[in-house]
């Protein structure tokens, strides 16, 4: 999700109504329209490990062939499958995105910064508390 809206502070109400409509309308892509791989077994030869996934399908192709679910659950997954335009979806969520980086970015700075303190100088030789002596 981060990835979709950014690394900002998050912590007023307009902002958390925003996110939510971010979350279902990502989370519409991420299960009917992005491809994602399963890791179906992991083996290790000595410091070699050998991974195999499967086929790579998205998670609404995946529940559409699960034998588990039911026709009625099948039926309803489809007809919001084929509600679905992914063009206009991805145009909402970056319109929502823009709009929630507006209210972020509008929220006014702190007011008083801290005070940066010099960096610490190194002591000359002359400086030091025990002077060197030369035996010769």
């Known amino acids: 999700m981060r990835i979709v809206v950014g690394y900002h502070r998050y912590d007023t ?3 958390l109504l925003l996110l939510n409509k ?3 309308l990502q989370s519409k892509l991420t299960n009917y329209f992005y491809p994602q791989q399963k890791l ?3 083996i290790r030869v000595g410091a070699k490990v050998s991974k ?3 086929q790579a399908a998205t998670p609404y192709r995946r529940a559409e062939a699960h034998e588990t679910i039911s026709t009625e659950d099948k039926a309803i997954l489809a007809d919001t499958y084929i509600r679905i335009n992914p063009a206009a979806v991805q145009r909402q969520i970056q319109a929502l995105t823009s709009e929630l980086l507006a209210i ?3 929220k006014a700075a702190p007011k008083t910064k801290a ?3 010099p960096a610490p100088t190194r002591a000359s030789v002359d400086e030091s508390t025990n ?3 030369r035996a010769s």
């Open 115 to 117: 005070p940066v303190e």
């Open 13 to 15: 109400q307009a902002e």
């Open 131 to 133: 002077q060197t002596s």
């Open 40 to 42: 179906v077994s992991k």
């Open 52 to 54: 195999k996934y499967d």
């Open 104 to 106: 972020t970015t509008s």
């Open 22 to 24: 971010i979350w279902i």
